[in-house]
């Protein structure tokens, strides 16, 4: 059967659906700590949860469920969630690799004051926007706060082994080459706005054009000043994890397009940009407290440190094996939904085997790279010196005077902002990104310490020396992620096929996670919106057995397939 008529298909019929009325133990749950990995990378430890888990073995009247979800990160969890809420009788498993939930979201307590009192702060995603209407939602729904980036006063831009200060959204440059940012900018939003996140490949013609080349090269078409270039570069760096000449030109507007449709949306931190609030308390708490709802029926079952090995399927089931600490473990169920990244899917092994069209577009997506730090103080001392806290840099100016061969010939801060969190606890965080993440994860972490710290004190006055705590997350040396915050498409010529490796279904497998977002893709928003789409395919074909699930047509892969199919006609 091809991948075509398998939607028909999939659509009409769904074979051997059942019921699991078997409940969980229930005198099996326990007080389950959730513990960073013991690692090089390992973060400070975070314990406060309670979730009903088999962390080991497995009853076997507890190994047949509805649907299993691969990924404890935001789109499986939300997944799980929403599909409870709309069909409580279904028996949920979510498997997760790592020993802790959250994904690329992660909160950590670090020292905040001189008696080596602690505070938290988040080590992966932490922004939102009110413009983002699914995490927004949420966080409302979850009784969770916001509050607003710190952005008053002075921002600094380090350019060509230059510093200067400015107050706008917009850094002081020439007139010349302000006229270039602008007209280029312009030129990115108009292309954007032209290309569809559902099918990048409607308009086809500039698809087809963008789609042969790279990043780079659009914005070299656009006539981009090296000055304006090394205001444009940092921001690339930190928004993709990769740099533009890494990037697919087409699959870079498409990010462009999901997140408002201006690199300016992604860049900034003004009103309705991507960087306008942070997170009560930190972001893991959403994936927390999702996960604590799932769980309050014992029917569904979280299980952490188990990672996915294979996925086999035929007419009837669907089987799912896992290893964990005591060996190989497997589950049975109807659907499964994954939620995983994926880059992570060339380590998958599928029975039958994924379809050559998706396995072509995982092939060529690269995981972008990140080193996010975090510093802390007594006091914001750079706010008393009229600075926002807020930095950009191109690496242009190097302090470590080494010599190797192998040692980082550009400084390694792309930008810094304001971390100081609701409870006024002084920090200043930033980022590590691309080529320099790619070089300096290579040094000593003392090294890479100096070096930032070094950076700090040449945009915000000596006083960056006195930090109270010096944190660092490496992502790309994350387990089952293998990088942040997103992951690119880095070949020409492959996006035809992406939208629909990334969202299609294969027979009873769906796919979900921030990268196969149409809004705010790669984002925390983008995963919640995923994650609902997923659950919408599963409960469209679940109801072909039971009229009373409620489900959203609109929101799932065969809607959008079906218009997509009478545009043709």
């Keep these: 059967m091809d991948d075509q008529e398998n939607i028909e298909t999939e659509k009409a019929t769904l074979e051997g659906v059942q019921e699991s009325n078997e409940p969980g133990d229930e005198n099996s749950s326990e007080n389950y700590v959730v513990i960073n990995e013991n690692s090089e990378n390992a973060s400070p430890t975070r314990a406060e949860i309670n979730i009903e888990i088999k962390d ?155 789609d042969s080349g790279n990043l780079d090269e659009f914005l070299l078409s656009k006539s981009f000043s090296s000055k304006s270039r090394s205001l444009l570069d940092p921001a690339i760096r930190t928004i993709y994890g990769a740099e533009a000449c890494q990037i697919n030109a087409l699959f870079g507007l498409m990010y462009i397009k999901s997140g408002g449709g201006s690199l300016e949306s992604l860049a900034l931190s003004d009103q309705g940009c991507a960087q306008e609030k942070k997170v009560k308390g930190g972001t893991q708490q959403i994936s927390e407290k999702l996960a604590q709802i799932i769980t309050n029926n014992k029917r569904n079952k979280i299980l952490l440190n188990t990672a996915l090995i294979e996925i086999r399927q035929d007419k009837e089931k669907v089987t799912v094996v896992g290893k964990n600490s005591s060996g190989l473990i497997s589950f049975e169920c109807l659907k499964v939904i994954s939620s995983i990244p994926i880059n992570q899917y060339v380590h998958i092994s599928f029975d039958p085997e994924l379809p050559l069209y998706k396995r072509h577009v995982f092939e060529f997506c690269q995981m972008g790279n990140l080193i996010k730090f975090i510093a802390t103080y007594s006091k914001p001392f750079w706010r008393e010196k ?90 790309a ?53 995923s994650g609902e789409r997923a659950a919408n395919e599963v409960l469209y074909v679940l109801s072909k057995e039971d009229r009373n699930i409620d489900y959203d047509y609109e929101n799932t892969y065969y809607f959008h397939y079906e218009m997509q199919k009478n545009e043709k006609k």
């Design 477 to 529: 040396k994350e387990k089952y992620s293998g990088g942040c915050p997103t992951c690119n498409l880095s070949s020409s010529g492959v996006m035809q096929n992406y939208c629909r490796a990334v969202r299609e279904p294969f027979m009873n497998v769906h796919f979900c996670g921030t990268e196969s977002a149409t809004v705010w893709q790669g984002y925390m928003d983008g995963a919640i919106q």
């Design 56 to 210: 080991e073995d497995t009853e076997k009247n507890e190994s047949n469920f509805d649907v299993i979800i691969i990924g404890a990160g935001l789109s499986g969890l939300y997944s799980a969630y929403y599909l409870i809420q709309k069909c409580k009788d279904l028996r949920i498993l979510v498997i997760e690799g790592k020993d802790r939930l959250g994904g690329r979201t992660q909160t950590a307590e670090i020292v905040c004051s001189q008696n080596g009192q602690k505070s938290m702060w988040d080590l992966g995603g932490q922004w939102v926007t009110d413009t983002q209407k699914n995490i927004t939602s949420l966080l409302k729904t979850l009784n969770l706060e916001t509050y607003p980036q710190f952005i008053e006063g002075k921002k600094i831009l380090e350019t060509n082994s230059k510093i200067v200060n400015y107050n706008s959204s917009i850094p002081s440059v020439s007139i010349l080459s302000l006229i270039d940012l602008q007209m280029g900018s312009m030129k990115i939003s108009s292309n954007a706005k032209k290309i569809s996140t559902i099918n990048p490949f409607e308009n086809l013609a500039l698809a087809s054009r963008l």
């Design 386 to 475: 009229g600075f926002s806290g807020e930095a950009v840099s191109d690496g242009s100016v190097l302090w470590s005077n080494n010599e190797d061969a192998d040692f980082p010939k550009s400084g390694p801060i792309a930008c810094v902002f304001d971390g100081t969190n609701e409870q006024g606890h002084a920090a200043l965080v930033g980022f590590i990104g691309a080529k320099m993440a790619i070089e300096w994860t290579d040094q000593k972490e003392e090294l890479r310490r100096q070096e930032v710290i070094e950076a700090l004190v040449r945009y915000f006055g000596q006083e960056a020396r006195d930090y109270l705590d010096f944190v660092e997350k490496i992502w």
